[in-house]
């Protein structure tokens, strides 16, 4: 066990029972000529977000803490994104964006696009997991509780695109899921006003788990080590 350094107070976890959940790290939202991109959201706070996800998935990888990756993604066809009969099809952006800008059709987290891979910075490696979603929360419909479980985890560092909508989706699910979230704000960017990300923040200080930033995460894996 080591000791984290958190808000609203220290937590310990092992290494060993622990996963950094890196979510939707994708050039969707983290990369000039992506969909955030396209549809106008700052995406300026993203290189600083690439880069701590880079310290703490090398690190995580060297304590022995699994990696997973959530990757937002649908069918060419868009069969698995729901029809008019679902809010995903009403309300998801690239869902949306395709429909509104028929120069998008199939361009925007489909599989296999550009759009919808992961940042090349992050690539995952022959070790991680990589889980791919249809809808905001990693949890829904996909094996990601499974996955956990399977590896015996009860802790979850969170990070990734964007804070306020797939981070705290997924994360607020880990906490209905008996598992700790620990979200680390330094590697996360979210969308739309800066108060989206504060409230994120505030609920997971008071309200769902717990909040660090990424050198407190390397400094307690380091003194486990």
């Known amino acids: 066990m080591v000791t984290l350094t958190a808000r609203p ?5 092992d290494p060993a029972r622990t996963a950094l959940v890196v979510v939707d790290m994708q050039n969707a939202f983290a990369s000039k000529g992506g969909m955030f991109d396209l549809a106008g959201f700052d995406i300026s706070g993203a290189p600083a977000a690439i880069q701590a996800n880079r310290r703490l ?3 995580c990888r060297a304590a022995g803490a699994q990696v997973v990756y959530l990757q937002m993604t649908y069918k060419p066809d868009l069969s698995n994104g729901g029809g008019p009969d679902s809010p995903n099809y009403h309300k998801e952006l690239g ?3 395709m429909r509104e800008r028929p120069e998008l ?4 987290l489909v599989e296999d696009t550009w759009d919808g891979q ?3 910075e992050l690539a995952p490696g022959p070790d991680d997991k990589v889980i791919n979603k249809t809808r905001y929360s990693g949890f829904c419909q996909t094996e990601t509780d499974a996955y956990l479980r399977s590896k015996n985890i009860t802790h979850l560092l969170f990070t990734g695109i964007a804070t306020n909508v797939c981070v705290e989706s ?3 699910d880990a906490y209905f899921a008996d598992y700790f979230p620990i979200v680390i704000e330094d590697a996360m960017n979210h969308s739309g ?3 989206n990300r504060q409230a994120m923040l505030w609920n997971f200080e008071h309200v769902f788990g717990w909040v660090t930033d990424s050198s407190n995460v390397l ?4 003194s486990g080590a």
């Open 193 to 195: 006003p800066d108060f």
């Open 105 to 108: 059709a199939g361009k925007l």
């Open 118 to 120: 992961i940042v090349d």
């Open 57 to 59: 998935i090398d690190g």
């Open 219 to 222: 400094d307690a894996l380091a």
């Open 170 to 172: 997924t994360a607020r």
């Open 9 to 13: 107070t220290a937590i310990d976890i």
């Open 95 to 97: 869902m949306v964006m």
